[in-house]
Nanobody, 127 residues
């Protein structure tokens, strides 16, 4: 049974940091592009970052470039998102997702593109 379980969300002050984790099981994690997608309250899904299976190819949305870092541990089947310098507009539910092929860019927000999709973790940025 395939599972993607996100964790690490919570309440943080503007300028603070959080690290999200996504534990994967039931599929060959190292063969999949893994992606973070978020959905802010009242808004649509937004692609944030993708990491190719080997970890060699990585891409970020302009809105998070320089502040967020995606990484993965293929030995542990875990995807991470280190989020620094958080802003109120970063508040959202963050989802991890997996697909067999590479996808990076604003068009990669759609759940239909992905083979696997997690349940999400809430990030709140507020003072």
């Amino acid at each position: 049974q395939v599972q993607l379980v996100e964790s690490g969300g919570g309440l943080v002050q503007p300028g603070g940091s959080l690290r999200l984790s996504c534990a994967a099981s039931g599929f060959t994690f190292s063969s999949y592009t893994m992606t973070w997608v978020r959905q802010a309250p009242g808004k649509g899904l937004e692609w944030i970052s993708s990491s190719e299976g080997s970890g060699g190819r990585i891409s970020y949305a302009d809105s998070v470039k320089g502040r967020f870092t995606i990484s993965r541990d293929n030995a542990k089947n875990v995807l991470y998102l280190q989020m620094n310098s958080l802003k109120p507009e970063d508040a959202a539910v963050y989802y991890c997702a997996g697909m067999k092929y590479w996808c990076a860019g604003p068009v990669c927000y759609d759940k239909i593109l992905y083979d696997y999709w997690g349940q999400g973790t809430q990030v709140t940025v507020s003072s």
